[in-house]
Each structure stands twice: as structure tokens, then as C-alpha cells.
């Protein structure tokens, strides 16, 4: 096989590899990325235990699974809910409204209520009051600065390995013209035959 040949294969598999691969490789654990997630039935009440300090969210889980039971909500919170958030020495946290992430994967979605800053780890207690419907909620630690890291190392990465694909394969495609070229000239000079006297 021509070396030329050889760079055009190798260019267009960094391409696919750079393009379509690895973006999904980064992506994949962002949807799966949900060990720590804590689903509970409101109205009703849990304690959950928090790390480190940090932001940390409630969710509407909508659409899911939960105790072998499936649930399919509307994602509007219904009027008169009440969230109360307290840490474990029962001083309150405020929750800041925010409905603007949304995550779906397969049977599974949810849309954020709001978040809270805990300044401490330990114990909090959330308590859902309010609604006649049971629904499903969610408690999370943010994961935005991961998403960032992920999204834009991710992109920065799978770029070039792409765009060295298409150098390589554009390095490829010039060297088989020049041996293609050679080759003729060769062949050329090998079958001309010279003229006797």
C-alpha cells in the first residue's frame, strides 16, 4: 500500500475519531453522572447529607422511576408548594428560583426548582409542603462547572485531533499525487523505446 494511501486512511480515522467519537466519550458521563442524586416523594420531607459547601439543586424528576413505580408529571410546579431547606443546625437556607436546567436522558426527566449555597457540609433537612398530586423531586449537587470543563476540553480536544485528520489527510492525498506523477514518468521513460540510426 502507497504511503499516501496509508496518511488518507489514518487522516480520515483521526476525522471520525475527533469529530464523532470523542465528543460522545465526553459527553456520555454527563448524562450517567448521577450517583449522588437523591429522589424523594413531596409532599414529604428527607435529610440529605452534603459533602462539601457548595451549590446544590431541587428538581421536578417528572418523568421517571421511583420505587418501581413510574410517574409522568407536568413539569409546572403546582401553586402553593413550599420548599423549606435547613441546615443541621436547623437555621434555614434560602432557595433561589431556577427553572432553566432541563435533563432528559431515555425515561428520565427532570427541570430544575431552584438551588441553595451551603456554606458548611453536613446534614440538611428539605421539606415539601403543599399540592394534592404526589410528585417526584430530586436533590443534586451542581455539576455545572463539570459540564464546562467537560464541554469545552471536550471540544477543544476532539477539534484539533480533527484537524489533524484533515492535515493528514490532505499531506496524504499530495504525497499519492507526486508518486502517482512519478510513477508515470517512469513508466513514460521505460517504455520509450530509442530509435536506431
Known amino acids: 500500500m502507497k504511503t499516501g494511501i496509508k496518511l488518507i486512511i489514518t487522516g480520515f480515522v483521526f476525522f471520525v475519531l475527533g469529530g464523532f467519537v470523542m465528543p460522545l466519550l465526553f459527553l456520555i458521563p454527563l448524562f450517567f453522572?448521577?450517583?449522588?442524586?437523591?429522589?424523594?416523594?413531596?409532599?414529604?420531607?428527607?435529610?440529605?447529607?452534603?459533602?462539601?459547601?457548595?451549590?446544590?439543586?431541587?428538581?421536578?424528576?417528572?418523568?421517571?422511576?421511583?420505587?418501581g413505580k413510574s410517574y409522568n408529571r407536568s413539569e409546572r410546579i403546582p401553586d402553593g408548594l413550599e420548599v423549606k431547606i435547613r441546615d443541621s443546625d436547623g437555621k434555614p437556607l434560602d432557595l433561589v428560583c431556577d427553572s432553566s436546567m432541563f435533563s432528559s436522558?431515555?425515561?428520565?426527566?427532570?427541570?430544575?426548582?431552584?438551588?441553595?449555597?451551603?456554606?458548611?457540609?453536613?446534614?440538611?433537612?428539605?421539606?415539601?409542603?403543599?399540592?394534592?398530586?404526589?410528585?417526584?423531586?430530586?436533590?443534586?449537587?451542581?455539576?455545572?462547572?463539570?459540564?464546562?470543563?467537560?464541554?469545552?476540553?471536550?471540544?477543544?480536544?476532539?477539534?484539533?485531533?480533527?484537524?489533524?485528520?484533515?492535515?493528514?489527510?490532505?499531506?496524504?492525498?499530495?504525497?499519492l499525487m507526486k508518486a502517482t506523477k512519478q510513477d508515470k514518468q517512469i513508466t513514460g521513460s521505460n517504455t520509450a523505446s530509442p530509435q536506431s540510426p
Open 33 to 67: 453522572d448521577g450517583s449522588k442524586d437523591i429522589q424523594f416523594k413531596v409532599p414529604g420531607a428527607i435529610q440529605a447529607t452534603i459533602d462539601k459547601p457548595g451549590r446544590y439543586y431541587i428538581w421536578n424528576n417528572f418523568q421517571t422511576m421511583y420505587k
Open 105 to 175: 436522558v431515555m425515561n428520565n426527566s427532570k427541570r430544575s426548582i431552584g438551588y441553595f449555597e451551603a456554606k458548611n457540609a453536613g446534614r440538611v433537612n428539605i421539606e415539601v409542603s403543599g399540592g394534592s398530586d404526589e410528585m417526584i423531586f430530586l436533590f443534586s449537587p451542581s455539576n455545572q462547572l463539570k459540564i464546562l470543563i467537560l464541554f469545552v476540553g471536550g471540544f477543544v480536544f476532539s477539534t484539533i485531533v480533527a484537524l489533524a485528520g484533515v492535515g493528514i489527510g490532505i499531506w496524504g492525498i499530495i504525497k
